[in-house]
C-alpha cells in the first residue's frame, strides 16, 4: 500500500529505507511515480522488488520468467 501517509510516522523510526513493488499496474500495490518522490522527499531510500504473484511453485517457468522481466523492465 503506498506509505505517503505514514512517512512522518516512519522517518521517526531507525530506518533508512522502504521497500516497495513494481508489478503489473491492475495491481494495487504498484508504487507509482508520486509515491517514490514523497518517500526520496522525506530522505529515506527507496528499495524496490518487482513481484506479480507468488502464489504457487508452478508459475515459475520460463514463460512467466521473461514475462515478468519484461514489466520489471518497464
Same mark, same amino acid.
Given at each position: 500500500?503506498?506509505?505517503t501517509?505514514t512517512l512522518?510516522?516512519?522517518?521517526?523510526?531507525p530506518?533508512d529505507? !522502504?521497500a516497495r513493488?513494481?508489478t503489473n499496474p #491492475?495491481?494495487?500495490?504498484?508504487?507509482?511515480?508520486p509515491?517514490a518522490?514523497a518517500?526520496? $522527499?522525506?530522505g529515506?531510500?527507496?528499495?524496490? !522488488?518487482?513481484?506479480n504473484?507468488?502464489?504457487? #511453485?508452478?508459475y515459475?517457468?520460463?514463460a512467466?520468467?521473461r514475462?515478468?522481466g519484461a514489466? $520489471?523492465?518497464r
Amino acid at each position: 500500500a503506498d506509505v505517503t501517509k505514514t512517512l512522518a510516522c516512519l522517518k521517526q523510526q531507525p530506518l533508512d529505507f !522502504v521497500a516497495r513493488y513494481y508489478t503489473n499496474p #491492475a495491481n494495487p500495490k504498484l508504487m507509482k511515480q508520486p509515491e517514490a518522490l514523497a518517500i526520496s $522527499a522525506a530522505g529515506l531510500d527507496v528499495v524496490v !522488488v518487482h513481484q506479480n504473484t507468488n502464489n504457487s #511453485a508452478a508459475y515459475f517457468t520460463s514463460a512467466n520468467g521473461r514475462r515478468d522481466g519484461a514489466d $520489471a523492465y518497464r
